[in-house]
């Protein structure tokens, strides 16, 4: 059983708020039982607000601080000013196929390409500063375009916007598998593993 947690998680997990007991006890199976992977965008993300990390090695220790640097990162697309080139991977037309039918489904009336957001928001697309709503819909996009493309079985995330029945199911139909929120992810396992 291969687990995508997403950065609501990791944030719960340092915050010890929403469902942080249901993230903590996915993260303490046994690796026999399941294996944790995270999206490495996660350190391209905001962490509270507009706090970013600095580099690739602050989220490393951020990691630690959590009890999640045993697991292996699924590395993103590369984009030049959000993913991390040493931990992210070049695109072909295939991958940018899928990331672009994430978009849409999960951000439909953003723009996909930051210009076009930019163009539509008055915004200087030169400026050296990527928007944080833009940026992080994009962080959102790519943490499902890993699962999906590491073949991952469920996506674990508390964020509503990859629950909504509009959105769901459209996700699954194009590999995600399973959505669950933590709770659900670990009743889920009760089922079918010891725990």
């Not at 640097?69 to 993913?83: C, F, H, Q, R």
């Not at 080139?85 to 723009?111: G, V």
């Not at 709503?133 to 699962?147: E, G, I, L, P």
Request: aromatic share 10%; hydrophobic share 40%; net charge negative.
């Amino acid at each position: 059983m291969r687990i995508t947690l997403d950065n609501n998680c990791l944030i719960s997990l340092k915050n010890k708020d929403g469902e942080y007991v249901e993230s903590q006890a996915l993260v303490d199976l046994h690796p026999d039982q399941i294996t944790v992977y995270i999206p490495a965008i996660a350190a391209s993300e905001n962490q509270q607000g507009t706090i970013l990390h600095t580099n690739f090695a602050q989220f490393q220790e951020f990691l630690v601080e959590i009890g999640c640097e045993k697991y292996e990162l699924l590395n993103p697309m590369i984009y030049l000013d959000i993913s991390y080139f040493d931990h992210a991977i070049f695109a072909d037309e295939q991958m940018e196929s899928i990331e672009r039918k994430i978009h849409e489904i999960l951000f439909p009336n953003t723009p996909f390409l930051y210009a076009e957001y930019c163009k539509c928001f008055g915004l200087d697309p030169n400026n050296g500063v990527i928007d944080r709503k833009w940026r992080r819909a994009k962080c959102d996009v790519q943490a499902m375009w890993c699962h999906i493309h590491y073949n991952n079985d469920i996506f674990v995330t508390q964020d509503n916007n990859f629950h909504k029945t509009t959105k769901k199911g459209k996700l699954v139909a194009l590999g995600a598998r399973e959505i669950l929120r933590p709770r659900e992810c670990l009743s889920k396992l009760k089922g079918v593993i010891k725990i």
